[in-house]
Nanobody, 122 residues
Framework: QVQLVESGGGLVQSGGSLRLSCAASGSIFSIKTMGWYRQVSGKQRELGAIITSGGTTNYTDSVKGRFTISRDNAKNTVYLQMNSLKPEDTAVYYC????????????????WGQGTQVTVSS
């Protein structure tokens, strides 16, 4: 199996910064795309930022210029540096990974972390 363990959430004032980390472990041959989604209670989960194994990134418009996604392929870990945080960034942030589990298989499977709460006070 594969586990994604997130850390780094918390409470911060508007304009502050937080850094989220997510480490993948278990039966992993390689990881394709990794990313962060976020969800506000009562709303659909939405994309925050994603990064491919080659380092190509994509951000939702509302976080461009403020958030930076990065990854350490050797550690199977993805990071999200969040600067200039706003109250509307308040959400549960979920780590996401597309995992190729076996060397002989081209299939990849999507895994999610348990979520970490980010709260930005005004």
């Amino acid at each position: 199996q594969v586990q994604l363990v997130e850390s780094g959430g918390g409470l911060v004032q508007s304009g502050g910064s937080l850094r989220l980390s997510c480490a993948a472990s278990g039966s992993i041959f390689s990881i394709k795309t990794m990313g962060w989604y976020r969800q506000v209670s009562g709303k659909q989960r939405e994309l925050g930022a994603i990064i491919t194994s080659g380092g190509t990134t994509n951000y939702t418009d509302s976080v461009k210029g403020r958030f930076t996604i990065s990854r350490d392929n050797a550690k199977n870990t993805v990071y999200l540096q969040m600067n200039s945080l706003k109250p509307e960034d308040t959400a549960v942030y979920y780590c996401y990974a597309e995992v190729v589990r076996f060397r002989w298989s081209k299939s990849h499977y999507a895994y999610w972390g348990q979520g970490t709460q980010v709260t930005v006070s005004s």
